[in-house]
């Protein structure tokens, strides 16, 4: 049953000490997320990235075969300012990745190699809080990796993963859906906002193509607002809200 809009989130679970975060491309999770991160890796947490793409389509005026690296290098840089050193790409086409046993078993794949117990995705749903139409890549990887975290744990899903050496992995406790309408948890964004801010800024070529807007103002009137409207249900504090999904 969802919960009304007007409850309280609750903390998000604590007692863990791995994480992956899996989205379709560079931005996502810094749109998303990254404050949470900051704090997590800050507390001693390991925190490791997946994305299914590269972003090569994601700026018209630039061709993919330029844009893919260098959003790569800025997907990289972003990391390392949430202390996220571990970035990995799975190499499926930006804009067109489909929903499926491959993205399932790319995903299982990352999930039996960097054995996490938390679970981070981004708004798998079709729209924006009812809003605004969600892209088809956004879909796929977050429904694919709900799945994929059954998936990674049953040796008889994907059984060319044990043979490639991959054991399967049925710790994840949790998947967490970031951007979701219908969040249940929260972190304190507080500590890590200018974190968050400053790799937001890392992705500067997108956000300058994307709008005309001074960047740092641009990406710390997002993030702000986006804190402050989910403080309003979490004690006052700015926040990264969640939906929760156990296992």
Not at 187 to 200: C, F
Request: with cysteine; proline share 6%; charged share 25%.
């Amino acid at each position: 049953m969802t919960q009304p809009r007007t409850s309280p989130l609750q903390p998000m679970p604590d007692d863990w000490r791995r994480a992956l975060a899996v989205v379709a491309h560079p931005d996502d999770l810094e749109y998303g997320c990254a404050a949470a991160i900051a704090a997590w890796t800050d507390a001693g947490r390991e925190v490791a990235y997946v994305l299914a793409t590269r972003g090569e389509a994601g700026i018209d005026m630039l061709e993919p075969e330029k844009c893919g690296p260098l959003r790569e290098r800025e997907q990289r840089a972003s990391a390392a300012v949430v202390g996220v050193s571990e970035v990995e790409f799975l190499d499926h086409r930006d804009g067109v990745i489909e929903y499926g046993t491959a993205l399932r078993r790319d995903i299982a794949a990352a999930i039996r190699r960097h054995r996490p117990e938390l679970v981070i995705t981004l708004n798998h749903r079709d729209t924006w809080d009812g809003a605004l139409w969600n892209t088809p890549d956004h879909v796929a990887v977050g429904r694919a990796t709900l799945d994929a975290a059954a998936d990674a744990g049953n040796r008889w899903i994907f059984p060319e993963l044990t043979e490639q050496g991959l054991e399967p992995w049925n710790g994840v406790r949790w998947v967490a859906v970031a951007g979701s309408a219908t969040p249940t948890h929260a972190v304190n964004a507080g500590p890590g906002l200018d974190r968050a801010v400053r790799s937001l800024l890392e992705h500067r070529t997108y956000i300058e193509a994307l709008t005309d807007e001074d960047p740092e103002s641009y990406a710390r009137d997002f993030l702000t607002s986006t804190a402050e409207a989910a403080g309003e249900r979490f004690g006052g504090k700015p926040a990264v809200a969640f939906e929760l999904f156990g296992r």
